[in-house]
Nanobody
Framework: QVQLVESGGGLVQAGGSLRLSCAAS????????MGWFRQAPGREREFVAA????????NYADSVKGRFTISRDNAKNTVYLQMNSLKPEDTAVYYC???????????????????WGQGTQVTVSS
């Protein structure tokens, strides 16, 4: 089992920034690719970003490319999502997820992930 706990969500004005964190425990963190997903009210959960086990490979949804950055610190068992130039349409509950995968693996499908956090709310006001 892998336990994931997100933090760092909140209310921010459009154009502002937030950094989400996801702390993992329970298994060897560096064996898992990590991803961030989000779900807005009335919408399907969607892929945001993913990072490989080592951090050498990343993958982003087109809607966040150039604004969001995913990173990880394997020594701290933590994955981050730096969100800049936030827009009202970024408002959602953000989830981190873990997938036991290959070294350069950066999955974008939610059904590829094995473990999920409880989510953290991000609200961007216009």
């Amino acid at each position: 089992q892998v336990q994931l706990v997100e933090s760092g969500g909140g209310l921010v004005q459009a154009g502002g920034s937030l950094r989400l964190s996801c702390a993992a425990s329970g298994r060897t963190f560096s064996n898992y690719a990590m991803g961030w997903f989000r779900q807005a009210p009335g919408r399907e959960r969607e892929f945001v970003a993913a990072i490989s086990r080592s951090g050498s490979s990343t993958n982003y949804a087109d809607s966040v490319k150039g604004r969001f950055t995913i990173s990880r610190d394997n020594a701290k068992n933590t994955v981050y999502l730096q969100m800049n130039s936030l827009k009202p349409e970024d408002t959602a509950v953000y989830y981190c997820a873990a997938d036991y995968g290959g070294y350069y693996y950066t999955p974008s499908g939610q059904y590829e992930y094995d473990y999920w956090g409880q989510g953290t709310q991000v609200t961007v006001s216009s």
